[in-house]
């Protein structure tokens, strides 16, 4: 798939479509969708800008790469003035003060957001169907789910109704949509992208990032959101990434896959079969494969929930209805807070607080969160080891193909292993990218941390590879 970034810019600039036109045919398509990926649209709003771009064109003035560039937001970002509900019922009603620092600098670069995209309420789900706007549907099957948390941007991309997505990726929310959906999607180095005016998840892996239907988009949408941001202490000035540097991958001459991944009783027999396949194919090209050593699945899940879900049950702490939210009145200000809070929180995010409060709790921290801690160290130093022999490590994205609609609000357990092959890269805060190829559900690429073009330039070897 070529850059429909360049391809759209030129079109603009040769006058073969006008920016309103453009802008209202994705608008079309997004309220005539049954995919269930909306959760407000932005159309005042994108026709407004449109209409400047439009009238820059007809001055003859030069408009930016990015100027005119129809994207979608996932509902857990703060744009000013637009409902940020986190497909929540707490937040319903709740409208922006303010706007996330990546979605700005997007802004900044004249792209058009056209939707607030459905979601896991508060990034809490694997499939996007935790959510009070319904669940959203898989963009090649409608009886499957699209993924999650960041299921209605990934499908809003596959289905061309925006041209990129910002998604938010805290365990591979980014990742498994893209997946699961046939597309790109990644998880930038944690502190690349500045995460003020993201509604916080779980704030040690919390990370911005970009979807969309090739490489070279991303790269571009990537570069304009990284740098260094005063409100987030965690972020970092980065180098851009330009295009000839990620067209050759000569650098990369060692690939790693974990075994116990691929022999583990959990994967499908067709993923692993086709990831197999896919190693074979990187062989052949005369790159050396290694097989490594990780810790196993139900160790890293559980350290991940450990971890998420404390953090979640402090972060959400604020969530009470006093300052913003919907309230609702009890017989005095404790019974106001705890009905607040049980009757505007979903069954899944109620899970995950009362699981974070337990473990944060007297009698509980020592012996589960700070062993959660622990283990943290213990897998970032296992990458650190990794990267002095291989380059990249190879994994598929998730051990099976999508499952249908309402499976995963039966077994949540089920849900939480789904994201096996995932977390782990979160927990080591590294650079991690889905590309569509390989497997039913795509493969993921991941580099030492701080190393994204690494990643990048790895996906454009594979396209023309496996």
Do not use: W
Request: a negative charge; proline letters at 3%; glycine letters at 8%.
């Amino acid at each position: 798939m070529k850059s429909q970034i360049h391809e759209i810019h030129q079109q603009l600039m040769n006058k073969e479509i006008t920016c309103t036109k453009l802008v209202q045919d994705r608008l079309d398509l997004l309220k005539s969708n049954t995919h269930n990926t909306v959760n407000a649209l932005l159309d005042t709003l994108a026709l407004e800008l449109a209409t400047k771009v439009d009238a820059k064109i007809e001055n003859g003035q030069e408009i930016g790469l990015l100027e005119g560039i129809p994207f979608g937001i996932k509902d857990v970002y703060m744009l000013q003035g637009t409902l940020a509900t986190a497909s929540s019922d707490l937040l319903k009603n709740y409208k922006s003060s303010y706007t996330a620092t990546a979605i700005q600098k997007l802004l900044d670069a004249g792209a058009i957001p056209l939707v607030k995209e459905n979601c896991d309420s508060f990034g809490h789900g694997s499939s996007s169907e935790n959510t009070i706007f319904g669940a959203v549907k898989n963009a090649l099957n409608t009886n499957l789910v699209s993924g999650g948390s960041s299921g209605g941007s990934a499908v809003n991309v596959a289905k061309d109704f925006t041209v990129f997505s910002i998604g938010g990726d805290t365990g591979g929310s980014i990742r498994q949509p893209a997946g699961y959906n046939k597309i790109f999607g990644l998880k930038p180095s944690y502190g690349r992208i500045s995460r003020f005016g993201l509604m916080a998840y779980a704030s040690s892996t919390d990370c911005v990032g970009p979807i969309a239907k090739s490489i070279e988009d991303i790269r571009i949408v990537l570069n304009v959101m990284s740098g260094k941001d005063i409100k987030d202490q965690t972020t970092y000035q980065s180098e851009t990434i330009l295009e000839d540097n990620i067209l050759n991958a000569d650098e990369i001459k060692t690939v790693g896959y974990f075994k116990n991944f691929i022999e583990s009783d959990a994967i499908d027999a067709q993923v692993k079969a086709d990831f197999l396949a896919s190693i074979e194919k990187i062989k052949a090209k005369g790159i050396e494969v290694k097989e490594l050593d990780f810790f196993e699945a139900d160790t890293l899940v559980s350290t991940y929930y450990t971890l998420a879900m404390a953090e979640t049950a402090s972060n959400l702490s604020r969530l009470d209805g006093t300052n913003y939210g919907a309230r609702i009145e009890g017989d005095n200000l404790k019974d106001t807070y705890s009905i607040t809070r049980s009757e505007n929180f979903s069954e899944e995010t109620k899970r995950r607080i009362v699981g974070g409060n337990q473990v944060l709790s007297q009698g509980f921290s020592d012996e589960i969160y700070l062993k959660g801690l622990n283990l943290r160290d213990q897998i970032a130093d296992n990458f650190e080891k990794d990267f002095k022999e291989v380059d990249i490590i190879l994994s598929p994205v998730t051990p099976n193909s999508p499952p249908k609609i309402g499976d995963s609000l039966k077994d949540p357990l089920a849900m939480y292993l789904s994201d096996a092959y995932t977390v782990g890269f979160s927990l080591g805060q590294l650079p991690t990218l889905t590309i569509p190829q390989g497997t039913a559900t795509g493969l993921q690429i991941t580099a030492a941390k701080n190393n994204d073009e690494l990643v990048l330039k790895f996906a454009n070897f594979l396209k023309d590879t496996i």
